[in-house]
Nanobody, 130 residues
Framework: QMQLVESGGGSVQAGGPLTLSCAASGRTFSSYVLGWFRQAPGKEREFVASISWGGESTYYADSVKGRFTMSRDNAKNTVYLQMNNLKSEDTAVYYC???????????????????????WGKGTLVAVSS
């Protein structure tokens, strides 16, 4: 089993920055691809970013490219999502997920398959006010 715990969410004004963290415990962290997903009220969960096992490759949703940066520190069993120039449409609960797939596959995975991923955190709320 792997436990994922997100932190760093909160309220921020549009245009501001925020950094989320996801700490993992239990299984070999470096063996898993990690991803960030988000779900806004009344909307389907959507992919935000993913990162390969060693951190060499990252993938982003078009809506966050150039504004969000995902990174991982395998020594600390933690992944991060640095979010800049936040917009009101970024308001959502952000979830961390771990899976044995590839980072590219996680980026292109159909939403119907999300529930089949190996591990999910419980989420952290990001609220962006304009």
């Amino acid at each position: 089993q792997m436990q994922l715990v997100e932190s760093g969410g909160g309220s921020v004004q549009a245009g501001g920055p925020l950094t989320l963290s996801c700490a993992a415990s239990g299984r070999t962290f470096s063996s898993y691809v990690l991803g960030w997903f988000r779900q806004a009220p009344g909307k389907e969960r959507e992919f935000v970013a993913s990162i390969s096992w060693g951190g060499e490759s990252t993938y982003y949703a078009d809506s966050v490219k150039g504004r969000f940066t995902m990174s991982r520190d395998n020594a600390k069993n933690t992944v991060y999502l640095q979010m800049n120039n936040l917009k009101s449409e970024d308001t959502a609960v952000y979830y961390c997920a771990a899976d044995g797939t590839t980072a590219q596959d996680m980026a292109t995975m159909a939403p119907a398959r999300y529930s089949g991923m190996d591990y999910w955190g419980k989420g952290t709320l990001v609220a962006v006010s304009s």
